[in-house]
């Protein structure tokens, strides 16, 4: 049974850093690709960024890159989204995304409807 549990949301100021951390169960974070999304109360989910399995690729949205960095740990089976230089604007519930069907990552990684499994989110809430 796949399992994806989100944590280390929370509050910070501006021009802080969080990492989040995505632990799956139930199959290997390095054989399927990850992402990232965030949304807000009103708005569509927005993917910020993913790592394809086997090469660990990494995507951004231009929101966030030169900010956020996805990487992941195999031997604890997760994935983290460090970011940095927390904006007022990147406040949002994030979540982790994986899929396991065979679509192109490189161009498709931002579609929330891509995803079969999701975690259940983490808050993180940034004070200008």
């Known amino acids: 049974q796949v399992q994806l549990v989100d944590s280390g949301g929370g509050s910070v100021q501006a021009g802080g850093s969080l990492r989040l951390s995505c632990a799956a169960s139930?199959?290997?974070?390095?054989?399927?690709?990850m992402a990232w999304f965030r949304q807000t109360p009103g708005k569509e989910r927005e993917g910020i960024g993913a790592?394809?399995?086997?090469?660990?690729?990494?995507y951004y949205a231009d929101s966030v890159k030169g900010r956020f960095t996805i990487s992941r740990d195999n031997a604890k089976n997760t994935v983290y989204l460090q970011m940095n230089s927390l904006k007022h604007e990147d406040t949002a519930m994030y979540y982790c995304?994986?899929?396991?069907?065979?679509?192109?990552?490189?161009?498709?990684?931002?579609?929330?409807?891509?995803?079969?499994?999701w975690g259940q989110g983490t808050q993180v809430t940034v004070s200008s």
């Open positions: 995304a994986t899929d396991f069907r065979v679509w192109p990552t490189a161009t498709m990684w931002p579609l929330h409807s891509k995803y079969t499994y």
């Open positions: 139930g199959y290997t974070v390095s054989s399927r690709r």
């Open positions: 790592i394809t399995a086997i090469t660990g690729a990494t």
